[in-house]
C-alpha cells in the first residue's frame, strides 16, 4: 500500500519573522517535497479553484472570511477515492490557528477508516493549534497522529528534523 503526501501551500507574499518577502515556493510545499524525497510517496496539492491573492494581506483577510463562514473552498483535481494509500502525510500552514478551510474541504471527500495520517503544519508562532484534533473530527476513521510543527522560516534546514519524525512514524 502506497504513501500519499497530501499539501495545501501558498506561494507569493508572506511574512517572516517581521519582514514580508515574496516566494515562488510556500513553506509547506518545501516541506511536502522533502517528505517525498524520504519517504518516495506521491505529492498531491490542495489547491483551491479560486486561490486566496497573493497579497498578504488580501489574503489574510480572504482566509479570515471563509473561516467565519466555515466555507469549503472548492478544490481542484480531488483524487476519485485514496484507495491506494494507507499512510498520508498532510500538510497545512496555521491560518488563524486552524487550517485553511480547503483542507476541510479534502478531509470531508473520504473516509479514512483504516488509514493512517501524519500531520504536518507550517506556522510563525502557532504550532499545530487545535488541528491534530480537528484533522481527527473531519476524518473520524483514521488514525491520526501526534504530527509535526515546522516554523515556515526555517523550513529550508527541516529536513532532518523530517526525516527523524518519519522514521518515528509519528
Ligand atoms: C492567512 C494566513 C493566516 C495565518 N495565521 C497564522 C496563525 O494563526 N499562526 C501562525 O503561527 N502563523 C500564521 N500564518 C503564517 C503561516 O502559517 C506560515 O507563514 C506558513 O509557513 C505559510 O505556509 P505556506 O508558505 O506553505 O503557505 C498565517 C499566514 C496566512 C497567510
Not at 11 to 31: C, D, L, P, Q, S
Not at 98 to 110: D, G, H, N, Q, S
Amino acid at each position: 500500500m502506497g504513501i500519499l503526501i497530501a499539501f495545501y501551500s501558498r506561494a507569493g507574499e508572506n511574512y517572516f519573522g517581521g519582514a514580508r518577502r515574496r516566494i515562488a515556493v510556500g513553506n509547506t510545499e518545501k516541506a511536502a517535497k522533502m517528505i517525498a524525497d524520504v519517504t518516495g510517496g506521491a505529492l498531491y496539492r490542495i489547491e483551491q479553484a479560486r486561490p486566496y491573492s497573493e497579497d498578504y494581506d488580501a489574503c489574510t483577510a480572504e482566509a479570515k472570511a471563509d473561516l467565519q463562514r466555515n466555507a469549503r473552498p472548492e478544490v481542484l483535481n480531488l483524487p476519485g477515492d485514496l484507495d491506494d494509500y494507507d499512510e498520508i502525510y498532510l500538510g497545512y500552514p496555521n491560518y488563524w490557528g486552524t487550517m485553511p478551510m480547503a483542507v476541510y474541504t479534502f478531509l470531508e471527500k473520504y473516509d479514512f477508516t483504516g488509514k493512517t495520517i501524519h500531520p504536518f503544519c507550517t506556522h510563525e508562532g502557532s504550532g499545530l493549534s487545535g488541528t491534530v484534533g480537528e484533522i481527527q473530527k473531519a476524518a473520524p476513521g483514521a488514525r491520526v497522529k501526534s504530527g509535526l510543527a515546522l516554523r515556515g522560516s526555517d523550513v529550508d534546514g527541516a529536513k532532518n528534523a523530517l526525516a527523524q519524525w518519519i522514521k518515528a512514524g509519528q
